[in-house]
């Protein structure tokens, strides 16, 4: 699969597929067989993992992704535009009104890499800010911040300590079970076709 970054035409077929799905899910319609752009874009059947990410005014509306390549890009692209707009359980389902006011990001992930670190200060030294997405697991918890994150949280410590809280987790805590995963994001802008 292509690692990005990702062409302008290739950008433009992402966003027209991911906007279809989300404007079918609002409608209530079942997603287009998506066999067909598969066939035209062969690309688009490589495994990838991605988020889409909605914005309504400059705020977030929803944000919904997978971690992990468990589907094509195309399927993983539509289904997660359609639950960014109808299932993430942070904001009230998106109505069709409101499609007009929306923005999208679209985010496909590399690949994790596990990070060796023994320590929450081991771990705030070894992170590249504005780069690396993290996943973190500790005591039956986790959360991820998408590299993108870093553009509201630039200091380490704070976008630390703002991923433990969404982990459910006191700041700065590190259990011998904590396991962290480092990621990068191709990003952009899914302008709406």
Request: some cysteine; charged content about 20%.
């Amino acid at each position: 699969m292509n690692a990005g970054p990702w062409s302008p035409a290739q950008q433009r077929t992402m966003a027209a597929l991911a906007w279809s799905a989300l404007e079918q899910a609002v409608q209530g319609d079942d997603c287009a067989d998506l066999t067909a752009i598969m066939d035209e874009h062969p690309w688009l059947a490589a495994p990838a993992a991605t988020f889409v990410t909605l914005e309504e005014d400059g705020q977030l509306r929803g944000c919904i992704g997978n971690l992990e390549p468990s589907k094509t890009l195309a399927e993983s692209l539509a289904d997660n535009a359609a639950s960014a707009a109808l299932r993430d359980p942070r904001f009230a389902p998106v109505t069709a009104d409101e499609i007009a006011d929306l923005t999208m990001e679209i985010s496909i992930l590399s690949p994790m890499r596990p990070l060796s670190v023994a320590s929450w200060q081991a771990l705030h030294d070894a992170l590249q800010p504005g780069r690396d997405g993290l996943l973190v697991r500790m005591g039956g918890r986790g959360a991820t911040f998408l590299p993108a994150v870093w553009d509201d949280l630039p200091d380490r410590t704070a976008f630390l300590d703002h991923l433990w809280r969404k982990a459910g987790l006191a700041p700065r805590q590190w259990y011998a079970d904590t396991r962290v995963w480092t990621y990068r994001a191709d990003k952009f802008a899914a302008a709406r076709p």
